[in-house]
């Protein structure tokens, strides 16, 4: 099984790869990285039909490269995957959507922690859309640290992790009943987060299992017909 990964930082790649080789290690995994598609979009405050056509570009090398599966590891995406998949043959899923659900489906006050300014209002919007699906009405809190990736970028991962937990905090003087760590950048933040004594939920995990068991199904059901 070969899974292709979307990255649009550098630093996304070795929280999810490090989820695939504990929980799913004889997957071949395949990173596309192009920085410049969260550059762009922090530029213009959100994404527009350049985003679009950057994102086929990439979505199409993927499959070209053989992948059973894309996931699309970068936040700022994955409100247009949507649009996308006319242009692919294979699976292709948003890191952050097992994730999301599980918040929905488990919580009513959310707290969403973001390290990149767009990623705050797109979070929001997805975690509404899947509310809106799953008919439940849910109340969203979002807390926004851009140096916390400005120091993670800067390699002092310690910084970054403080100061996650420091808007986590805050969410939860707030009221929050769990805390989204909206950004797969933000996996290493998830141990101190959590002695704030609520739930963190991070997406490499929840993607990983969620990706590996719809490829199992599909493959039954191929076998099964």
């Known amino acids: 099984m070969k899974i292709g990964i979307i990255h649009a930082t550098c630093n996304a790649v070795p929280p999810l790869n490090a989820a695939f080789n504990n929980l799913a290690p004889e997957v071949t995994v395949l990173n596309f990285v192009d920085e410049n598609i969260q550059y762009y979009a922090n530029q213009i405050n959100g994404i527009d039909d350049k985003s679009y056509r950057d994102f086929v570009d990439i979505a199409v090398k993927a499959q070209e490269a053989g992948v059973d599966a894309i996931i699309v590891a ?11 998949k006319p242009f692919v043959s294979v699976p292709i899923m948003a890191v952050d959507r097992p994730m999301l659900e599980k918040a929905v489906k488990n919580y009513n006050k959310i707290g969403v922690v973001v390290t990149n300014g767009p990623t705050g209002p797109l979070t929001e919007a997805q975690l509404k859309k899947i509310a809106k699906e799953l008919g439940k009405e849910v109340e969203i809190d979002t807390q926004i640290d851009t140096q916390a990736m400005t120091e993670l970028k800067a390699g002092n991962e310690e910084e970054h992790n403080r100061l996650n937990c420091l808007a986590a905090a805050e969410l939860k003087e707030r009221g929050c009943e769990v ?44 076998v099964g017909s």
């Open 179 to 222: 805390i989204v760590l909206a950004q797969i950048t933000q996996a290493s933040a998830e141990k101190e987060t959590s002695t704030l004594g609520l739930p963190v939920l991070t997406s490499p995990k929840e993607a990983v299992k969620a990706i590996i068991s719809a490829l199992e199904s599909e493959k039954l059901n191929k």
């Open 74 to 84: 970068c936040t700022v995406l994955t409100p247009i995957i949507d649009s996308v």
